[in-house]
């Protein structure tokens, strides 16, 4: 709905600059929509660097401005121009409770088979636009999706350089996923690329007034002391290079923001250098 005229002022829709979406159907029929920030100019000779994010229609919109914006300054932030790819659904909701379930969460035909989709399907048909580097390919998400960042780190190492695990849900199915870490801990010496996991203080504790049932929820399921305690974890093991970013004052849901912003920084720490080098 377009706002009401007043005083013969006229509106017009507000776009992203180089941004475009797609619908994509998956080769198992599942479809998606695919959200694209290709930069202006040429790419490096090796392609350039891309961040992929789960949730597309949530995260694209302020990673796809904060890449841009970091971009423009790269004396200042060390980035350089990349490739930004929303990963969400026809619907176009921010999140989609169902669909998100089956993609995100690591169950039999799940996560496993979303990654597939991901780097056999989406990559290659996003690189028929733009050239993208192997080398440089980054996976972040928030919630589900951060917990989906960590099945694909343990379970497929090497797939990406790297991954941002925003406010991961650890909790879920009684912290199955710490299985999947202690094996990748003890898999080999072999660096896995890097990884940053972040959260928001008032994630466990809430500043703001909640029901008591809630509170018992949020406990439980210890949003910040889970990832701290990852990060301690995996940054001891040797076996990947771990930051742990903790968000003051933000929750489960305004954290997004500012954990986007550092997901650039984090995951094209360096490209501005590869402009360089291509110039």
């Not at 990673?63 to 176009?92: K, M």
């Not at 440089?136 to 589900?144: E, I, K, Q, T, W």
Request: charged share 20%; aromatic share 6%; hydrophobic share 45%.
């Amino acid at each position: 709905m377009q706002p009401e005229s007043r005083a013969n002022l006229t509106f017009d829709p507000v776009t992203l600059p180089q941004a475009w979406q797609r619908d994509f159907e998956a080769r198992d029929g599942s479809r998606y929509r695919l959200l694209i920030s290709v930069p202006e100019g040429p790419a490096p000779a090796r392609g350039f660097p891309v961040l992929v994010l789960v949730d597309g229609h949530a995260l694209f919109p302020v990673a796809a401005t904060a890449a841009r914006l970091q971009a423009q300054r790269p004396e200042a932030t060390g980035v350089g121009p990349a490739v930004v790819i929303g990963i969400g659904y026809p619907d176009g909701r921010p999140f989609d409770a169902e669909r998100r379930q089956r993609d995100l969460l690591p169950v039999p035909d799940g996560a496993d088979r979303f990654l597939d989709t991901i780097v056999e399907e989406v990559l290659p048909a996003v690189a028929g636009i733009a050239p993208l580097d192997p080398c440089r390919r980054a996976l972040a998400g928030h919630s589900y999706g951060g917990l989906f960042v960590l099945h694909a780190l343990f379970a497929r190492p090497g797939l990406f350089e790297a991954h941002v695990a925003g406010s991961p849900s650890i909790w879920w199915q009684d912290h199955a996923i710490l299985a999947s870490e202690e094996a990748f801990r003890r898999g080999g010496l072999a660096p896995a690329g890097r990884l940053l996991i972040t959260v928001g203080s008032h994630e466990q504790a809430p500043i703001l007034a909640v029901t008591a049932q809630r509170a018992q929820r949020l406990a439980r399921a210890r949003m910040r002391d889970n990832a701290a305690e990852m990060a301690e974890r995996l940054a001891a093991s040797g076996r990947i290079a771990c930051d742990f970013t903790e968000f003051p004052g933000e929750n489960h849901v305004s954290v997004i923001l500012p954990m986007l912003s550092r997901s650039v920084a984090f995951a094209l720490a360096g490209t501005a250098q590869d402009k360089a080098t291509a110039a």
